[in-house]
């Protein structure tokens, strides 16, 4: 089974991280958060080769305690002084991440709720198909060159996918946002695995006072940028 950024979101949402979806390509929507990726970047990766996921995680905790309790901040309210003595409560987790509760944690009507927010519109090949998760789906020749709208039902989960006026023409099952391709704690390592291998891999210096967050720092370091991506698995 493979995973995208889309089954990440989800399932982070599912335990109760609200996504923040910038506009595609436009990085000053977030431009403190594409700033701390490049300081990141920077410090950490521009560095010695790594050996292994452990070590980039070792450099970037360290990289990270230095700018919080060693480096002068320029930032509003520290008046030049370290993160951490402007502001002493960022050490402490709001609501700390556990693995072994994660499935306690997750509530699939999250992530239900979240799906039914979102329209997506997908015109119809000459084939008769369209793609959604980098898959492709038939809606039928009759409607080649037609755009359709696509939405998701709970009822079913399933993606329903209407014409212009309102007409049904299919409902499509979709792997992706079904619970057993994004629950089960069993996933956790691959999921992980996954964002490393595709270089999503950035930090975030304030995951640890987030209150929608439910991670610690390390934990939501590797993820961060994954469920920040725009919504990639349509």
Known sequence: MTFNTGTVLLWLIG?????????????????????????????????????????????TEQAFADRISALPSRHAGCDGRPF???????????????????????????????????????????????????????????????????QFDPSDRTLVCRLAGGQEVRRLQVPEIQPEYIVPVRKRSALLEFIVSVRFTRIHPWCASRNDSPWTWPDCALLDAAYRQEKQFV
């Open 84 to 150: 951490l003595l402007a502001f002493p409560t960022l050490e402490a987790a709001q609501r700390p991440y556990s693995e072994a509760a994660e499935e306690q944690l997750f509530a699939l009507a999250r992530v239900d709720s979240y799906l039914s927010e979102w329209t997506w519109r997908r015109s119809v090949d000459r084939t008769g198909q369209i793609s959604l998760a980098d898959r492709p789906y038939r809606i039928g020749s009759a409607y080649r060159g037609q755009s359709v709208k696509v």
């Open 15 to 59: 335990l109760g991280v609200q996504p923040i979806i910038n506009r595609a390509y436009c990085p000053t929507d977030n431009a403190t958060q594409e700033r701390n990726h490049q300081t990141w970047q920077a410090h950490v990766l521009a560095g010695p080769a790594y050996a292994d996921l452990a070590a980039v995680q070792q450099a």
